[in-house]
């Protein structure tokens, strides 16, 4: 059973800061890691995904995945109040089957 | 136009109560999948569908069950409602492999 921990549980920055978020996963083998992005009372949104080791970027969003250290990392530069939300990493571990971890909460001080 | 909905958005049932959580999608998906978010366990898997008419079991299928009578609709049964089944729920559709789109939830409390 893939296990996927976040880290840190919460996070504070001042607008403008980077923001860094942490993701470990259990099984080299996994396919592709998503991280998702949920705000309050909503459903979770697909942010960004990333199969390959090195790093993806996409507008203020960066990933880094290494498969050796089974670490993968969000960090949003630039960040802004709203961005403030909950962070889930997803990780695919073949066909239908997607793990997530219990999130970090994300709050962007203006 | 939200393309997963899910119905009701809240619900108070009684402890031994049935439940029926309602989902439904516009995506032309062929997965979808039945969520509980509680707090510090982020999102477990309860049922899933990858076709209509079937439903598979998840990680923590005890105490709930499925049902897919078409491909943009998936339902949550609840026969017998406990205390410990208080939480949110997603419902959620994708392509295999894809990102997962998901519904706003439902929060149930059972009394």
């Known amino acids: 059973q893939e296990k996927v921990q976040q880290s840190p549980e919460s996070l504070i920055v001042p607008e403008g800061a980077m923001s860094s978020l942490n993701c470990t996963f259990s099984n080299s083998a996994s396919q592709s890691i998503w991280w998702y992005q949920q705000h309050p009372g909503k459903g979770p949104e697909a942010l960004i995904s990333i199969f390959s080791n090195g790093n993806k970027k996409e507008g203020r969003l960066t990933v880094y995945l290494n498969r050796a250290s089974l670490h993968v990392s969000l960090h949003i530069r630039d960040s802004q109040p709203s961005d403030s939300a909950v962070y889930l990493c997803a990780v695919r571990t073949g066909g239908y089957k997607v793990v997530f971890g219990s999130g970090t909460r994300l709050l962007v001080s203006p | 136009e939200a393309a997963v909905t899910q119905s009701p958005r809240s619900k108070v049932a009684v402890t031994g109560g049935k439940v029926t959580l309602s989902c439904h999608q516009t995506?032309?998906?062929?997965?979808m999948y039945w969520y509980r978010q509680d707090t510090g366990h982020g999102l477990r898997l309860i049922h899933y569908?990858?076709?209509?008419?079937?439903?598979e079991k998840g990680d923590i299928p005890d105490g709930y069950k499925a049902s897919r009578p078409s491909q943009e609709n998936f339902s949550l049964i609840l026969e017998l409602a406990s205390l410990s089944q208080t939480a949110v729920y997603f419902c959620?559709?994708?392509?295999?492999?894809?990102?997962?789109?998901f519904g706003p939830g439902t929060r149930l409390t059972v009394l």
């Open positions: 995506n032309n998906h062929d997965y």
């Open positions: 569908s990858y076709v209509a008419d079937s439903t």
């Open positions: 959620a559709s994708s392509v295999q492999g894809y990102e997962q789109y």
